[in-house]
């Protein structure tokens, strides 16, 4: 019976992250992956947007609507715009026989408390989950990757999302060492922001800081650099303003916050156990998530720890693909996951 009503319920996981939510569904994986952003109308308390939508309405919305970003740092800052949040996504993808709840996996930070994780659980159950199980991100990435995560040898996999860079190695089923550290996307795109304050008085919105990051930005010096042309607000005259950064200036600019994920990484490997040692200098780290995809980090990386690196294909579905096979096979992997007894 409890077989039968899983079927019906449609299990599914959940990656909910910073920057974007991914939920995949048992039997039909990735069916929605949408920007973590909610726009409330500040005067009624109604949602007016969730998604794609809200997140095109960020800088850009009158004074009664507010776009907001209800996780921080990868753990939720607002707990009612995020179970609401959560529970659109999960009615969007579970239309069909209300009455048969599903499981639902949530994948969150290894370093988050255990507040913050039951605020995670409670807002499944408010979003309609008959069950909620955590599976810490590293881990979920780690087997997403493809990583041999239940054999006694060492994986070592870097995480780096929009809130979080999540740096592990995993062995035989559980991570041996691990660091979390609130550095992520956010961070490299509030960088670019201060540095146009600071050198420019040029005021600049989020997503400006985004596509910025995203066109021209570099971990280390590339081949061919680019310049771009960005606009804002000057803060001197108030008037709109243009001006043309190159690459350089903003890899200087974000190099504090890179530094950061640079020192994770190697905080890590200095607690790795030295039998695990040898393992990582032959399979190399492996580099997942939406910051894992900045020009040239895997080469900076490669050269600060004199170690291989595999930027894996699926660098930003990583988490979700891991966290949608544990609700695949889920009796042979519930040994990576945290149960909640439902109180």
Known sequence: MGSRLAFLGRDMAVDLGTANTLVYVRGRGIILNEPSVVAI???????VAIGIEA???????????TAVRPLKNGVITDFEVAERMLRYFIQRVHVRRPWAKPRVIVAVPSGI?????????????????????IVEEPMAAAIGSGLPVHEPTGNMVVDIGGGTTEVAIISM???????????????????IINFAKKEHSLMLGERTAEEIKISIGSAC???????????GRDLVSGLPKMIVVSAGEIRAAIEEPLNSIVDAVKTT???????????????GIVLTGGGALLRGLDERLRDETG???HLVDNALDSVVLGTGK??????????????????
């Open 221 to 231: 010096a590339m081949p061919e650099e680019g310049h771009a042309e960005i606009r």
């Open 307 to 309: 170690m291989p690196i």
């Open 41 to 47: 109308n500040t005067v009624t308390g109604k949602i």
């Open 269 to 283: 490997l200095d607690k790795c156990p030295p039998e695990l040692s040898g393992d990582l200098m032959d399979r």
């Open 173 to 191: 089923g559980g991570m041996v060492t691990s660091q979390s550290i609130r550095v992520g996307g956010d961070e490299l795109d509030q960088a």
């Open 326 to 343: 544990c609700v695949e096979d889920f009796e042979a992997l519930q040994q990576v996951l945290v149960p909640e007894p439902r109180r």
């Open 113 to 133: 408390t255990a507040i913050e994780q039951r605020a995670v659980k409670e807002a499944g159950y408010q979003a309609g989950a008959r069950r909620v199980y």
């Open 55 to 65: 997140k095109r309405m960020i800088g850009r919305t009158p004074g009664n609507v």
